[in-house]
């Protein structure tokens, strides 16, 4: 059987890991299933750093923990448990999406259908609009944290993932130093670059980038590294339609 390092006695106890879905620096994520409910789930374990102090990431990925816990949305991806051994290495066990990411969507298909692209993008609002009331931005919005499922009757379903950098809106502080940016560059608002005034607004400028991709199969900014992005937000309008739709497949209105 494989098994995350270290491994809480009650992740094992618990659950059955079936697989990795993926690891980086900050720790790996895996495919596991309840051996009492039989339902497959998802494990995040976030390691600490090598002094054994919890590193920024453990810090986020608790936050995240906390913020999730109590959203409850058709469209948001639901958290069941979570838990820090005695190492400080963080585990959270969060529902297990059968689908895509955009990002997936994307580079192995191309843009969606238009009837389709729409439907994500009401769905994808209904979450950033749930997620506003609850007074949380995500400052995360991009097409690897949008996955794409069925619903039990076969239709298209869309899960908001990875709430590891969300905020309360109005909180003070940050779990960042000062300069420290969070968030990808390619999707990011303009006050995200200048870090202040981040609000509702930049979830939505973010989703704005997301959905111009999923019409277009092009950024609207022009860049390939941060820092082309970062001046492409902040100084230059997005790329016309008229040039990255030369032959007007997306409508007019």
């Known amino acids: 059987m494989m098994r995350p390092e270290p491994v809480a006695d009650w992740i094992e106890g618990k659950y059955e890991i079936l697989g990795k879905i993926r690891e980086g620096g900050m720790g790996a994520v895996y495919k596991v299933r309840h051996r009492l409910l039989e339902e497959v789930r998802v494990v995040k374990v976030v390691r600490t750093d090598s002094s054994g102090k919890k590193s920024d990431a453990a810090l986020r990925f608790l936050h995240e923990a906390k913020v999730a816990i109590r959203l409850r949305h058709p469209n948001v991806a639901v958290l069941h448990d979570f838990a820090v051994d005695d190492q400080g290495t963080a585990f959270i066990v969060m529902e297990y999406i059968d689908g895509w990411s955009l ?39 991009s097409p690897d944290n949008l996955m794409l499922s069925r619903d039990g009757e076969g239709q298209p379903l869309v899960k908001l993932i990875d709430l590891g950098i969300a905020k309360a809106v109005g909180a003070s502080g940050g779990l960042t130093t000062t ?17 202040r005034g981040i609000g509702p607004q930049s979830d939505l400028y973010s989703f704005a980038v997301v959905l111009y991709e999923l019409l ?38």
Do not use: N, W
């Open 103 to 141: 990002l997936e969507v994307l580079q192995g298909y191309g843009p969606p259908p238009l009837s389709l692209t729409l439907e994500i993008a009401r769905q994808a609002l209904r979450a950033l609009a749930y997620l506003h009331r609850q007074q949380i931005v995500h400052r995360d919005i």
């Open 179 to 195: 300069g420290v940016f969070l968030g990808k560059p390619r999707y990011a608002s303009p006050e995200q670059f200048e870090g």
């Open 216 to 253: 277009t199969g092009r950024c609207p900014i022009h860049g390939q590294h941060a820092p082309s992005f970062m001046a492409g937000h902040l100084l230059r309008p997005p790329m016309d339609f008229d040039e990255v739709d030369p032959r007007g497949i997306v409508p007019a209105d």
